[in-house]
T-cell receptor
Framework: NAGVTQTPKFQVLKTGQSMTLQCAQDMNHEYMSWYRQDPGMGLRLIHYSVGAGITDQGEVPNGYNVSRSTTEDFPLRLLSAAPSQTSVYFC???????????????FGSGTRLTVV | QKEVEQDPGPLSVPEGAIVSLNCTYSNSAFQYFMWYRQYSRKGPELLMY????GNKEDGRFTAQVDKSSKYISLFIRDSQPSDSATYLCAMEETGANNLFFGTGTRLTVIP
């Protein structure tokens, strides 16, 4: 049982480059979300999805796009990378949007992104 | 002002000590209160949650919520070196789509 798988684990980008962070889950969870974790800021929600074909913005969506074509996959796209996007990115999935049912959110191991 | 405030620590205690971790919050609509544990280079994992006010105990861990003071706590009894991690509090409103996380407290339990 893989849970939530994120790739790549590490990435260095140059300013202005674009890339896609991959996230896949095998638990048939409807709810998926992307967070970024920065020192002194905690985890902040970027985008989320309550099911295939449905996405919405979170607290810090600017500079990021998402899509949800299948239940399993929820990729995060950086359109034009900026140094301010240097962070650790976590994908999470859960049975429901309420983060307390059936074990709460399951997080991936994260992608460490540096933009130079 | 942040929605959720948490002392970042770091906190260092000897093995067997009782640990108290705390968060305060400003949004009175928060109803669900969670504690996540995050080991180094890993994603957070749910440790405990409570709904509204009160206490909840799970083994060596006790979560307390005082909604009148907008204050939540996690107590760890008989702390072990394996408890060394960063502990994140998180909260959400009923029906909301977002968890609000604290910044995390880094705990080290010294053998």
């Amino acid at each position: 049982n893989a849970g939530v798988t994120q790739t790549p684990k590490f990435q260095v980008l140059k300013t202005g480059q674009s890339m896609t962070l991959q996230c896949a889950q095998d638990m048939n969870h409807e709810y998926m979300s992307w967070y970024r974790q920065d020192p002194g800021m905690g985890l902040r929600l970027i985008h989320y999805s309550v099911g295939a074909g449905i996405t919405d913005q979170g607290e810090v969506p600017n500079g990021y796009n998402v899509s949800r074509s299948t239940t399993e996959d929820f990729p995060l796209r950086l359109l034009s990378a900026a140094p301010s996007q240097t962070s650790v990115y976590f994908c999470a999935s859960s049975y429901s949007r309420t983060g307390t049912i059936n074990g709460g959110y399951t997080f991936g191991s994260g992608t460490r992104l540096t933009v130079v | 002002q942040k929605e959720v405030e948490q002392d970042p620590g770091p906190l260092s205690v000897p093995e067997g000590a009782i640990v108290s971790l705390n968060c305060t919050y400003s949004n009175s609509a928060f109803q669900y209160f969670m504690w996540y544990r995050q080991y180094s280079r890993k994603g957070p994992e749910l440790l405990m949650y409570t709904y509204s006010s009160g206490n909840k105990e799970d083994g060596r861990f006790t979560a307390q919520v005082d909604k009148s003071s907008k204050y939540i706590s996690l107590f760890i009894r008989d702390s072990q070196p394996s408890d060394s991690a960063t502990y994140l509090c998180a909260m959400e409103e009923t029906g909301a789509n977002n968890l609000f996380f604290g910044t995390g407290t880094r705990l080290t339990v010294i053998p």
